[in-house]
């Protein structure tokens, strides 16, 4: 079993990556979509309505999916060896992944918020937010391919 799984390993890696990118895309796209529903849809409007479909849908079919497919993949590639253990660069790496996750967690407590009419942050308050998934993933593509630690 373990040498099929080395076998497979850059097949592992590829859908680590994949999957990684859809949910860094859903982590870009769900805080805009707070921007303009903060701005431009009053609770209960019909606009209002229609962000919390696309938002709901996001966040439940394709960034929660996405996350846990990077993350099994991710784990099983540090399992291999993908990670050394003794090096900052995986730990700062590992750190920046958890902070994704946390952003993530807060994303889904934002949506929350918008369903039930009790979303109190501006827009502006979203357009900082959405910056912050930028500079983790700089974080981790750096400590991955550079490993400067």
């Not at 949910?23 to 303009?36: E, H, I, N, S, T």
């Not at 253990?85 to 807060?106: C, D, E, M, T």
């Not at 983790?136 to 630690?149: G, H, T």
Request: net charge positive.
């Amino acid at each position: 079993m373990i040498d099929l799984l080395y076998l497979l390993y850059p097949w592992i890696k590829a859908a680590h990556v994949i999957a990684m990118v859809a949910w860094m895309a859903g982590l870009f796209y769900l805080p805009r979509l707070f921007v303009y529903h903060a701005e431009r849809a009053a609770p209960g409007s019909e606009l209002d309505q229609t962000f919390q479909v696309m938002e709901d849908k996001l966040l439940r079919l394709i960034m929660r999916p996405a996350m846990i497919a990077t993350f099994a993949f991710g784990l099983t590639l540090a399992a291999m060896g993908g990670l050394d253990w003794g090096a900052a660069w995986s730990w700062i790496k590992i750190a920046a992944v958890l902070g994704l996750a946390g952003f993530h967690g807060w994303c889904a407590a934002r949506r929350q918020d918008f369903a039930s009419g009790r979303n109190t942050r501006s827009g502006r308050t979203y357009r900082i937010a959405n910056e912050l998934p930028t500079l983790l993933l700089l974080v981790i593509v750096v400590m991955v391919i550079v490993r400067p630690f």
